[in-house]
């Protein structure tokens, strides 16, 4: 059963595909549902999992933890894995290029794709004669380059189609293009002698950076989003290497890249354009001050600038904040925060006094400052793909006259996966977060020992 759902070599026929793939839907569905709803008491529902481009757009979404959405993304993982695989295996079992299994990655289409797959009779084996014998250098490193030519190209498409096209960070851009760069490549690099897994996958990767440099080159994106994204990247590229080299021992010649690059990009890109509503996430840290409220206040309403050295991933792009001002007092006041890239505009909507402080986002500078050679990167996700909606301020009274401050965010980012990025973004909101109440907590902590001083004298 192992070696049906997770090998590459062999056929599928249909009975063992149908079965197959409609248990493995229901165990995941399961484990999904049974996952969200112990942890964020959410019904999940067999619509949310079928159709899930368009649950992004729930509120339900906003309920689960990062974490957990996180959890979920690496769960998915060995589900994709076999989907692939046994897409691949099933076409060349009925006589079709395993080409067909890049399909995978459209969504709402695939679905379709799958029941002409699982409706299709097997044909008998092909005498098909796979050489894996010796090969001349030169003729592995033409291989390689080609595998390496075609892979660029693929990923320069999609970010041509998924960006400056329809102006989306969607799944396909994240999932289906890394895995279908690695099918090219895995494809190309072993059509004339199959090389070892070994050698595959440093194309693989080598692929993944020869992209990264030509992202880079043309400014359609900066180092440290690139860097990000790289982790993710390299799991599924490797996975897509290895089905692209399964594919080209079973003999799948030609249209490999046509049919990945012409029909999947720009379709998936297109069905994540019309699904892209983000969902509003709220992120919440606190810290204990040794001060009473009301000096807490005073200093949570606006603080000096902050001298503490920031971190390494702020000093390498990610926005951070410096000081914070305001003009006026009560409801109705403009608040200030300056960060690294430029100010926060916020207008007071609670002003409770020691303790509420709510305010909304009005306008927010660009969440980083890309690393690149250029003076200006074309990467439309630093205006609006994240997007901080309202904060707010709470000062709870503890005993011995501290306080527990805690700050909350409300934001919504609009790239995909939601579960990858929605994690790194909350924990660089936590550090922001902590940057500032931590320097609320020094100067409230020292104006607390300065007035005990002046009592005590």
Not at 225 to 250: D, E, K, S, V, Y
Request: proline share 5%; glycine share 8%.
């Amino acid at each position: 059963m192992l070696r049906t759902l997770f090998g590459l070599d062999g056929r599928v026929n249909r009975r063992v595909y149908l079965v197959a793939g409609i248990s493995l839907m229901l165990l995941k569905y399961a484990v999904d549902a049974t996952a969200i709803y112990l942890v964020a008491h959410v019904v999940w529902t067999p619509w949310d999992y079928l159709i899930p481009l368009f649950s992004m757009k729930s509120a339900k979404v906003a309920a689960i933890p990062s974490w957990l959405g996180f959890a979920l993304v690496l769960w998915a993982l060995p589900f994709i894995w076999i989907g692939v695989t046994m897409m691949m295996r099933r076409a060349v079992d009925a006589g079709r290029s395993p080409a067909w299994c890049a399909g995978f990655f459209v969504p709402i289409l695939n679905y379709a794709l799958m029941l002409w797959l699982a409706a299709l009779p097997s044909v008998p084996p092909s005498a098909v004669l796979a050489s894996a014998g010796h090969q001349a250098a030169a003729d592995r490193y033409r291989s390689a380059l080609i595998g390496l030519l075609g892979a660029t190209a693929v990923a320069l498409l999609a970010v041509l189609v998924s960006i400056a096209a329809f102006g989306t960070y969607g799944v396909t851009l994240f999932i289906g293009t890394p895995f279908i760069q690695g099918m090219v490549v895995g494809w190309a690099f072993n059509r004339r002698g199959i090389r070892s897994w070994a050698e595959t996958a440093s194309v693989v990767w080598l692929s993944l950076l020869l992209v990264a440099g030509a992202i880079l080159l043309f400014a359609l994106e900066g180092a440290l989003c690139l860097a990000m994204a790289l982790p993710m990247a390299a799991i599924l590229a490797l996975m897509g290497g290895l089905i692209g080299r399964a594919i080209a021992t079973q003999g799948g010649r030609g249209g490999l890249g046509f049919a990945a690059t012409l029909f999947v990009l720009p379709t998936g890109a297109l069905m994540d354009k019309v699904s892209a509503v983000a969902p509003t996430y709220e992120v919440v840290t606190s810290v204990d001050v040794a001060a009473p409220p009301d000096v807490v206040w005073t200093r949570v309403v606006q603080f000096d600038e902050i001298r503490e050295q920031p971190a390494w991933y702020f000093r390498a792009g990610i926005a951070y904040p410096i000081r914070a001002t305001i003009a006026g007092s009560g409801q109705g006041a403009i608040r200030r925060c300056e960060f690294s890239t430029g100010a926060f505009v916020e207008p007071i909507t609670i002003w409770d006094a020691p303790r509420q402080l709510a305010f909304d986002v009005v306008e927010q500078p660009p969440p980083l400052r890309e690393l690149s050679i250029y003076s200006q990167v074309y990467a439309p996700h630093v205006n609006g793909y994240f997007r901080s909606t309202r904060g707010e301020f709470r000062l709870i009274r503890l005993a011995g006259g501290h306080t527990r401050l805690e700050g909350h965010t409300w934001y919504s980012v609009a790239i995909y996966p939601q579960g990858y990025w929605r994690a790194m973004s909350e924990l660089l909101l936590h550090r922001i977060h902590l940057r500032v109440l931590e320097q609320v907590k020094r100067e409230s902590e020292t104006a607390a020992k300065a007035d005990a001083v002046a009592s005590t004298n």
